[in-house]
């Protein structure tokens, strides 16, 4: 067996997966605070990458940044205002179909805005893949610096998810909202002020998702597509867990590269398509809380 390549797809995978992992984060972050999934976070994703493309037409990258930073920030309030609070204590599904609703709202409405056609997005991010570790295999392990890049990035802002939740009041607060709505709000939380903090942070989850996946793929209406993707990682992590958002992006990514290289050849390839959903299908029947979801026990 040729080790060098075997360990280039596992790091292609794990490359891969940790841009799944991108747009899972919003899923759960929106999940942890309402009890609710979160249709809307691939359409997000594109609102914010065509917001940000289309503001660098006029203005430095910096600013055009801290100016889609406070589009997300408004985008937050107004859905919080005109969606979210009319509908509290209502069932999660009513929420969920909400969530649907604003999908179609901002994928239409972005690109009324900011245009439909395909944006090529450069962030200062270097695509130049280089050769590693040529002294230990022969011929050397190929890597992507752009995927090197965004695996950094996503570390960083895992990082800081978890130390929000686990060590500030918000967070804890976040999790409160999340258990019970009505309790919440009896012990003084605002919900309403809470779920506006949840939307933004995920807007800016979407945003950098949408500055990677742009980068990468260009920003286009199939972006708001990537959130698919993302369903299969969240219910591998369980949707209540940040962590558990990048492990199951990294198993996913980690098993549609060795099965498309390894057992595509033998069944006519394309189990990169699906390999994920089915690996998710599993893990429903088996363990539907996910690897770090939290067992919920319903005592009659």
């Given at each position: 067996m040729n080790w060098g390549f075997l360990l280039e797809v596992i790091l292609g995978g794990l490359m891969a997966g940790v841009l799944y992992s991108l747009v899972a984060l919003?899923?759960?972050?929106?999940?942890?605070?309402?009890?609710?999934?979160?249709f809307a976070q691939g359409a997000m994703v594109l609102f914010a990458a065509l917001s940000l493309v289309?503001?660098?037409e006029h203005m430095p990258f910096a600013a055009a940044l801290i100016a889609t930073l406070l589009i997300m920030?408004?985008?937050?309030?107004?859905?919080e205002r005109l969606v979210l609070r009319p509908l509290v204590n209502q069932a999660g599904i009513i929420l969920f179909m909400a969530t649907i609703g604003l999908t179609y709202f901002l994928d239409g409405f972005g690109q009324t805005l900011w245009g439909?056609?395909?944006?090529?997005?450069?962030?200062?991010?270097?695509?130049e893949p280089v050769m590693i570790l040529q002294n230990v295999f022969e011929g050397g392990i190929l890597i992507n610096t752009e995927d090197v890049y965004a695996a950094v990035i996503a570390a960083i802002l895992?990082?800081?998810l978890a130390l929000f939740f686990q060590k500030t009041a918000t967070g804890r607060a976040l999790r409160a909202v999340a258990d019970d709505h009505q309790a919440a709000q009896a012990v003084g939380i605002p919900l309403n002020r809470i779920w506006v903090i949840v939307w933004a942070v995920s807007g800016v989850v979407a945003l950098v998702a949408g500055m990677i996946w742009g980068s990468k793929l260009g920003v286009q209406f199939s972006l708001s597509?990537?959130?698919?993707?993302?369903?299969?990682?969240?219910i591998l992590g369980g949707f209540e867990s940040v962590p558990g958002a990048i492990v199951g992006g990294l198993i996913i990514g980690v098993g549609e590269k060795l099965s498309e290289v390894y057992l595509g050849p033998y069944v006519g390839g394309g189990i990169?398509?699906?390999?994920?959903?089915?690996?998710?299908?599993?893990?429903?029947?088996?363990?539907?809380e996910g690897l770090f979801g939290?067992?919920?026990?319903?005592?009659v």
């Open positions: 919003g899923f759960v972050l929106i999940y942890k605070a309402s009890g609710v999934f979160n289309r503001l660098m920030l408004a985008l937050a309030v107004a859905i439909s056609d395909v944006y090529q997005l450069h962030i200062g991010m270097p695509k895992v990082a800081a597509l990537i959130a698919l993707k993302a369903l299969p990682v969240v990169e398509i699906w390999f994920a959903y089915v690996l998710a299908l599993l893990f429903l029947l088996v363990r539907p939290e067992k919920h026990i319903d005592r």
